[in-house]
């Protein structure tokens, strides 16, 4: 390959008017020089042309969705578990517009927050045209979210982010009325080993965990947890030396880097990145944790204190109707005391508790004190507040006009619980529509899959080891299991009759003998795995090719969404691929989208 960095020809071979001298054209040295430079001119126009062409035939394939257990029951229409829902996921958005109309939202206060929020972003244009519908009586929004993973964590936070964009998109021409796709960043959670580490495939192929070590605030929601940046920058470093070098890995890697030093906790880390991935589309996002949407949520939490019998009551009622029509324990728990709200106390996001006298404290006994007094800290400072997993629905319904949730399969069986919760307001679950999935698909995945005529949907929900395993099989022709072991029991029976002389002589020798035939089975083993690999050479580079297939689009034995992460797949193929393909996806009922880079 034409080495890029090679210095153009020298200024004193060339005329004034930089035509090149026929003297010069003889110099060796200055005709390999121009050779180089006429050959890399051609290798970049083939690689340009090899872009376009791709960018062209650039596909996507959808199969149905393939889901288990409730979420499969949900989107199959089971009469018994749609039941635990007030509207079907798709369908009934007109009728779900025509409800939210007679409800106050304080659209003009929830537009001036979010306004004030993405001023500190980069990218925020297109989200601010977006958040100006809300000027609209009219408007409503799409709304789904995720935890603030590390470069924005698995790649379903993607699909949940596109999902909601497509959604909105669809319902807008459908219902003739702005409608706008927001991201909820759950930077209220305090679960920090979920997200501080992402999922990257390295050199040999493998799939390795890069861990970022950073100081951390314990028991602190991820909105409060800081960037430390040596250690964030250190990380990034690790995450690029395990990715292959590409024409794109230093600009994508300072791009991050710069996001990171501009980010002052690991939710606007997130925030950056989410924005500038969907930067043409217009993503809103908002963080709960902020304390400008705490304020907007006083009303709920004095409610949800007020109410907070009825609360627990309703989580119970909702737990014992799931149990009894899915056979099995619940998909939320919680302990009887939960109030189903936490309390941040001294930098520590802790559980909220309902007492038999009434009152409420922390979780650990801390803070005891009657409702009023609770109800009076909720309105001088909801910003200390925040919802739980059962809650958080609610919370969402009283602050945004929600036309529809958009939901993972466990956030889609989850929602079947918070029914109760809702009627007892007087409001009504919005339809909860799950997200597509998605699926990457390499050109490298993409040519194994042609060369062994392997389903890509089939590789992507089961892997490929029975079929790596069947190529093996069928090109073994000794059994080298069975020859190690009649080899290895003949050669025992000499050893123990050596061993039986040596006995006679030094009955002491014991642990010498089963050394002995330790170092005796290493040797069989030795030539048992050089027999196994012989007969195998031939076939190696297509298992290897399988192998590696598994691993692209079925890692860990688990869905390439639920472990690898975005950045690898930008790596690869740069940012104008990638964005360009978030254009090319389409809005699918029920579907796994597979997208040929």
Known sequence: MVNASKAPISTS???????????????????????????????????????????????????????????????????????????????????????????????????????????????????????????????????????????????????????????????????????????????????????????????????????????TNTGAPVSEQPIDLPAMQWWLQSVFRNYRETPYSRRLHDQLASFAKQSANVSDFFAEVMLWLFRRQGLVLIDPQQPLFRQLMTDTWTQLIEDNDQVRRAFTSAQESVERVNDTRAFLEATEDHTHLFYSAEGKREKLVAHPDGELSLHNGLYKMSRADWLREAKNHPEKFSANVYTRPLVQEMLLPVLTFVAGPGEAAYWSMVGPLFHHYGRRVPPVAPRAQHTYVDRKSEKTLDAEGLSVNEVANEGASTYANALEEKNRKLDTENLFQKSLALAGEGQQMLANALYELAPSEERYVEKNYQRMQEVFQDLQQRIEQKQLEDIKPKVDNVQQLEQRLYPNKQPQERVLNIVQFLNEYGEDRLLALFDQVKSETFCHQFIYL
């Open 13 to 215: 071979e060339t005329g004034e008017d930089g035509d090149e001298h026929p003297a010069a054209l003889k110099s060796s040295q200055a005709y390999s020089l121009l050779m180089d430079v006429l050959l890399y001119t051609y290798a970049v126009y083939i690689h340009s042309h090899e872009i376009e062409e791709r960018s062209v035939n650039m596909t996507v394939e959808s199969f149905p969705v393939q889901l288990q257990g409730w979420a499969h029951c949900y989107v199959q229409g089971d009469p018994t578990v749609r039941a635990f829902y007030d509207y079907p996921p798709f369908g009934e958005e007109d009728r779900r517009w025509r409800e939210l109309q007679n409800y106050d939202f304080k659209r003009d206060h929830l537009r001036k927050a979010l306004y004030q929020y993405h001023q500190k972003y980069d990218h925020r244009a297109k989200a601010l045209e977006q958040i100006d519908k809300l000027q609209d009586e009219r408007s409503v929004v799409v709304v789904g979210g995720q935890q603030a993973g590390l470069l924005t964590g698995p790649i379903y936070t993607i699909s949940k982010a596109l999902s909601v964009l497509l959604k909105a998109e669809e319902e807008e021409k459908k219902l003739g009325i702005p409608v706008l796709p927001i991201f909820w960043i759950a930077g209220e959670d305090h679960d920090w080993e979920e997200v501080n580490h992402i999922f990257v495939h390295n050199h040999d192929g493998g799939v390795s965990k890069i861990k970022y070590e950073g100081r």
